[in-house]
């Protein structure tokens, strides 16, 4: 078999448009602000992705930056200031954090309704629930692939590899609620080219480049790969080896252009979702 590929870029285009056109509708303007400490370039990058994106979708978009030094306490502040304004009807601290500040304490000092990242404990516990809220971007932006690529996942056998806060935990949670049968493999785990040959649908969410083989790969799969690792060579590359696996499975997710368009769409969705409840919309 040789895959057809998911196109992250084409579906993530939609999405924004989607939420711009119906933000737009209900005569919204949402308000998201982001937040980073410290320089690093990777971080930087995807701030700007996120405020750039925002501002075409017409959204109404701060960034605070702040410097590598800033104290915990300092930060809290600026999170309790960005509670009480009006104005805002998202905040997303951007992660990693430099490593004196506890990230658990900061994403637990946000007020959740304007959590839009998904990860203070209400959200990640309605989301455990099963009655999700905000729901963290990357893995909203796994599920709306998957929806796009029309795979039927009641019933289905779901394998994630990986158990992070950000991506394999919500993942698995939300792969619960749509009925499949979930395995939430990791570093662990016995072996895991067994656990993923006996998924029909594979996500896999650990940072390791091209870790899952073509041979750990169930013919007529579907594969969606969260991963971006640069190479030495300069190439990004996924946590899958793309073509290897691109030859057994039914569809696949590319790196770049799969999961990673979808993160920044996915959080559109959630700073309208949260703008809009927070004005009293159903
Ligand atoms: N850093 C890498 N991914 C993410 C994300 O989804 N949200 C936040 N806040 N930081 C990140």
Not at 69 to 96: F, K, M
Not at 163 to 184: E, I, K, N, W
Request: contains cysteine; glycine residues 10%.
């Amino acid at each position: 078999m040789s895959a057809a590929v998911i196109d992250g870029r084409a579906a993530a285009a939609r999405l924004r448009a989607r939420v711009a056109a119906e933000a737009r509708g209900a005569g919204i303007v949402p308000g998201l602000t982001v937040v980073i400490v410290g320089d690093d370039p990777a971080s930087r990058v995807y701030v700007r992705n996120k405020t750039k994106a925002a501002a075409t979708a017409g959204f109404r978009e701060t960034t605070i930056a702040l410097p590598a030094e800033t104290s915990e306490p300092a930060l809290l502040q600026v999170i309790a200031r960005l509670n009480a304004d009006d104005a805002v009807d998202g905040i997303l601290v951007q992660l990693p954090l430099p490593k004196h500040i506890r990230t658990q304490a900061v994403i637990e000092a946000l007020d959740p309704a304007k959590d839009v990242d998904g990860l203070h404990p209400l959200n990640a516990g309605h989301l455990a629930g099963g009655h999700p809220r905000l729901v963290p971007c990357t893995p909203k932006g796994v599920m709306t692939l998957l929806a796009e690529a029309g795979v039927a996942l009641a019933g289905a056998r779901a394998v994630v590899l990986g158990r992070s806060t950000l991506v394999g935990r919500p993942v698995a949670a939300l792969l619960t609620g749509a009925d499949a049968t979930v395995t939430l493999a990791h570093s662990r785990t016995r072996d895991l080219a067994a656990e993923c040959r006996r998924a029909e649908v594979l996500v896999v969410a650990v940072g390791r480049a091209e870790l899952v083989r073509g041979d750990w790969i169930a013919e007529g799969a579907t594969v969606i790969d969260v991963g971006i690792n640069r190479r030495a060579d300069g190439r990004l590359v996924g946590d899958v080896a793309f073509a290897e696996a691109a030859e057994r499975a039914a569809w696949i997710t590319p790196v770049p252009g799969g999961v990673g368009p979808m993160t920044i769409a996915s959080l559109l969705e959630n700073t309208l979702i949260a703008a809009k409840a927070r004005r009293g919309f159903a």
